[in-house]
């Protein structure tokens, strides 16, 4: 993904649904230096990582809200 997708993602109404690793997470915050997000694993008791965001995938679909 790049920088200013995340960035509207992040900033969204929406919940648009968001792969890392093929596992879904919530964008928690954006480092745009480091080009780096802190991202929340839906499904994994919420734990919270540091990743690249090159590394996330946009797959441009919708969540309900009880999914995040």
């Known amino acids: ?7 509207e993602i992040m ?3 929406e ?4 792969l890392y ?3 879904p997470v919530w ?4 480092d745009r230096e480091t080009r780096r997000a ?3 694993m839906i ?3 919420n734990q919270i990582e540091e990743v ?9 679909a919708t969540v309900d809200d009880n999914l995040v």
């Open 1 to 7: 993904m790049i920088m200013d997708r995340a960035i």
């Open 11 to 13: 900033s969204s109404t």
């Open 15 to 18: 919940n648009i649904r968001v």
């Open 21 to 23: 690793n093929n596992a």
């Open 27 to 30: 964008i928690e915050s954006i």
């Open 38 to 40: 802190k991202v929340r």
């Open 43 to 45: 499904g994994m008791n």
């Open 52 to 60: 690249l965001i090159s590394s996330l995938t946009d797959t441009g």
